[in-house]
């Protein structure tokens, strides 16, 4: 069974690879190689075993394929098509934003918050902690 990381772990995974990296820049472009290509393929190699060895890959993919979908039925459902992002912590959908483009005066509030909830709990495949549900206002009157 695959088990997903939170985003602290990813976090520092990506910090300590930066890090690894940084350190090692000057002393691989003049010692190892005779330009940035060479740096460009080892910066290549030690992410892909980073990621590869702590699954962090496959969880960012997985997201983002409950994302899209939870758009792709938010705008079936709407008309509108909203931005989704997601936060996982500890295994756990922690958190999940649904930014619609501008006021959605269609349905009332309520309803709204009933299918984004239904809709991310379904495609995401278990509920989250919290949904933030907005609206991008522009310059204009919003009213």
Same mark, same amino acid.
């Given at each position: 069974?695959r088990?997903? #990381?939170?985003g602290?772990?990813?976090?520092?995974?990506a910090c300590?690879t930066?890090c690894m990296?940084?350190?090692l $820049?000057?002393?691989?472009?003049?010692?190892?190689c005779s =330009?940035?290509?060479? !740096?460009? /393929? *080892?910066v %290549? %190699?030690?992410l892909a075993?980073?990621?590869?060895g702590c699954? &962090? !890959?496959g969880a960012?993919?997985?997201g983002? $394929?409950h &994302?899209r979908a939870?758009?792709?039925?938010l705008? $079936?459902?709407?008309g509108?098509?909203p931005?989704?992002? !997601?936060?996982w912590?500890n295994?756990?959908l922690a958190l *999940?934003?649904?930014? !619609?483009?501008?006021?959605? $005066?269609t349905?009332?509030? =309520?309803d #709204?918050?009933?299918l *984004?909830r239904e809709?991310?709990t379904?495609?995401?495949k278990?509920?989250?902690? /919290? %949904?933030v549900l907005?609206?991008? #206002?522009?310059k =204009?009157?919003?009213?």
């Amino acid at each position: 069974m695959r088990s997903r #990381l939170g985003g602290r772990h990813v976090f520092s995974v990506a910090c300590m690879t930066w890090c690894m990296i940084r350190s090692l $820049q000057s002393s691989v472009e003049h010692e190892l190689c005779s =330009g940035p290509s060479m !740096f460009r /393929a *080892v910066v %290549i %190699i030690v992410l892909a075993f980073a990621l590869s060895g702590c699954d &962090a !890959f496959g969880a960012l993919k997985d997201g983002m $394929q409950h &994302a899209r979908a939870v758009e792709g039925d938010l705008e $079936q459902s709407t008309g509108v098509r909203p931005q989704v992002g !997601f936060n996982w912590r500890n295994g756990r959908l922690a958190l *999940v934003t649904v930014m !619609f483009p501008g006021l959605y $005066q269609t349905k009332p509030l =309520g309803d #709204l918050a009933g299918l *984004v909830r239904e809709t991310v709990t379904r495609e995401f495949k278990q509920a989250p902690d /919290a %949904i933030v549900l907005s609206f991008a #206002l522009g310059k =204009g009157p919003s009213a």
